[in-house]
């Protein structure tokens, strides 16, 4: 590879998004690899997630095109050729389809090589495009994007299965995590605290929507006060943004388990202020149908504080498949009795989780260089590598 182009994502307050890239280029500079971060623009500097659930669809969009704008003004001018690769953070990318309408008209010699992480899209049953009815054309969107790029980057070895049940005929890679930052994340508290001086509190961090069954959480936190009334353990939900959600039906119940007393949210906070947070909670709490390994698990293991998730897609692979870490999905009895066992102590291989995913970006790049025979996906017993902990 003699350069690398990297297609980001739009910064977000509210999402990770706003640290993604300096995760990138840290690993980028340490690893001596030639980049140009390609630009885009944003339509303001609110930095917030307006219309939409995941990335505002407006800023999304608008931030895509200008990207490809870019992309091809350098490609018209002979800075790209087939040494090169572009990489995109995100499958959906609008205005990607400029990209093979051109390769296919231009000497060999100056076609880059192609590679895409996919998130979830439509090969993922529980995924926003599915909320908002978007699936019969995003399905077309990604056959064409398979059929010119040079590989696509899955998180998990239950992702490859989605799209290989989708007929996606394309190079496709487990990278096994997401990227991530350790040494960024615990830079941004000022010491890691000490487990026996947190405050006896459960974080839920993933947004408040559908697909990441809050209506769950709050069935545990009500089945946990029944068990222990005179319980003085902190449930909360953390939000990016002001809490909102998909169905209604969750912001009347929140609102009531508030009332009550039993449930307290903290909104529209600044990264700096939610890891504060984490790091002095003592387990943060998922039960996601999909968050495909989830950045939540990797800053919470990085800043101290326990992690419970359901043994369901990813997450047996992100958690090495340790059942005292995950409970089984849809228990509330079993999640109970492990959040009263995390909720005691730190566990002993907490970090670990953390210094897999801090690893991604290192496997990412592989890859783009051509070392990633390990990684791909290609052969018909590709699910012989479900069951091994990768760490």
Same mark, same amino acid.
């Given at each position: 590879?003699?350069?690398?182009?990297?297609?980001?994502?739009?910064?977000?307050?509210?999402?990770?998004?706003?640290?993604?890239?300096?995760?990138?280029?840290?690993?980028?500079?340490?690893?001596?690899?030639?980049?140009?971060?390609?630009?885009?623009?944003?339509?303001?500097?609110?930095?917030?997630?307006?219309?939409?659930?995941?990335?505002?669809?407006?800023?999304?969009? &608008?931030?895509?095109?200008?990207?490809?704008?870019?992309?091809?003004?350098?490609? $018209?001018?002979?800075?790209?050729?087939?040494?090169?690769?572009?990489?995109?953070?995100?499958?959906?990318?609008?205005?990607?389809?400029?990209?093979?309408?051109? @390769?296919?008209?231009?000497?060999?010699?100056?076609?880059?090589?192609?590679?895409?992480?996919? @998130?979830?899209?439509?090969?993922?049953?529980?995924?926003?495009?599915?909320?908002?009815?978007?699936? $019969?054309?995003?399905?077309?969107?990604?056959?064409?994007?398979?059929?010119?790029?040079?590989?696509?980057?899955?998180?998990?070895?239950?992702?490859?299965?989605?799209?290989?049940?989708?007929?996606?005929?394309?190079?496709? &890679?487990?990278?096994?995590? @997401?990227?991530?930052?350790?040494?960024?994340?615990?830079?941004?508290?000022?010491?890691? $605290?000490?487990?026996?001086?947190?405050?006896?509190?459960?974080?839920?961090?993933?947004?408040?929507?559908?697909?990441?069954?809050?209506?769950?959480?709050?069935?545990?936190?009500?089945?946990?006060?029944?068990?222990?009334?005179?319980?003085?353990?902190?449930?909360?939900?953390?939000?990016?943004?002001?809490?909102?959600?998909?169905?209604?039906?969750?912001?009347?119940?929140?609102?009531?388990?508030?009332?009550?007393?039993?449930?307290?949210?903290?909104?529209?906070?600044?990264?700096?202020?939610?890891?504060?947070?984490?790091?002095?909670?003592?387990?943060?709490?998922?039960?996601?149908?999909?968050?495909?390994?989830?950045?939540?698990?990797?800053?919470?293991?990085?800043?101290?504080?326990?992690?419970?998730?359901?043994?369901?897609?990813?997450?047996?692979?992100?958690?090495?498949?340790?059942?005292?870490?995950?409970?089984?999905?849809?228990?509330?009895?079993?999640?109970?009795?492990?959040?009263?066992?995390?909720?005691?102590?730190?566990?002993?291989?907490?970090?670990?989780?953390?210094?897999?995913?801090?690893?991604?970006?290192?496997?990412?790049?592989?890859? @783009?260089?051509?070392?990633?025979?390990?990684?791909?996906?290609?052969?018909?017993?590709?699910?012989?590598?479900?069951?091994?902990?990768?760490?």
């Amino acid at each position: 590879m003699r350069k690398l182009y990297y297609m980001g994502l739009e910064p977000y307050k509210a999402r990770y998004t706003l640290q993604l890239q300096e995760w990138n280029t840290a690993v980028f500079d340490q690893r001596g690899i030639d980049y140009v971060v390609v630009p885009g623009e944003t339509l303001g500097t609110d930095q917030a997630i307006v219309t939409g659930q995941v990335l505002d669809a407006h800023g999304r969009t &608008y931030f895509g095109m200008s990207q490809l704008m870019n992309l091809v003004k350098m490609m $018209k001018v002979g800075e790209l050729n087939s040494e090169d690769v572009i990489y995109f953070e995100d499958m959906f990318q609008p205005g990607i389809e400029s990209l093979p309408y051109i @390769l296919n008209q231009i000497d060999p010699i100056h076609r880059p090589r192609i590679f895409v992480r996919c @998130l979830a899209q439509s090969i993922d049953p529980d995924d926003f495009v599915h909320v908002w009815g978007m699936s $019969k054309w995003m399905s077309a969107y990604e056959r064409m994007v398979d059929s010119f790029v040079d590989g696509v980057l899955a998180t998990n070895e239950e992702m490859v299965m989605h799209m290989k049940i989708a007929g996606w005929a394309s190079p496709i &890679y487990n990278i096994s995590g @997401l990227a991530f930052g350790k040494t960024e994340v615990q830079g941004r508290v000022a010491s890691i $605290k000490p487990f026996a001086d947190r405050k006896y509190r459960v974080v839920f961090s993933a947004r408040w929507d559908q697909e990441k069954q809050p209506d769950f959480y709050m069935d545990l936190i009500e089945a946990y006060h029944a068990r222990y009334p005179f319980n003085s353990i902190e449930f909360c939900v953390c939000s990016g943004g002001w809490l909102k959600s998909n169905s209604e039906s969750y912001m009347q119940r929140t609102r009531d388990l508030v009332a009550q007393g039993k449930l307290k949210i903290y909104e529209n906070l600044e990264k700096n202020t939610y890891y504060n947070i984490v790091n002095d909670s003592r387990v943060v709490f998922n039960c996601a149908l999909q968050d495909w390994v989830s950045n939540t698990v990797s800053e919470a293991d990085s800043l101290g504080c326990n992690v419970l998730y359901p043994a369901y897609r990813s997450f047996p692979e992100t958690f090495a498949n340790d059942h005292t870490r995950l409970y089984v999905p849809w228990s509330i009895e079993d999640a109970v009795k492990k959040l009263d066992t995390l909720l005691a102590e730190p566990h002993p291989d907490m970090g670990a989780i953390s210094d897999r995913n801090n690893g991604t970006i290192d496997r990412i790049i592989d890859i @783009l260089q051509g070392h990633g025979e390990s990684m791909l996906r290609m052969s018909t017993d590709y699910r012989k590598h479900t069951a091994p902990a990768k760490y």
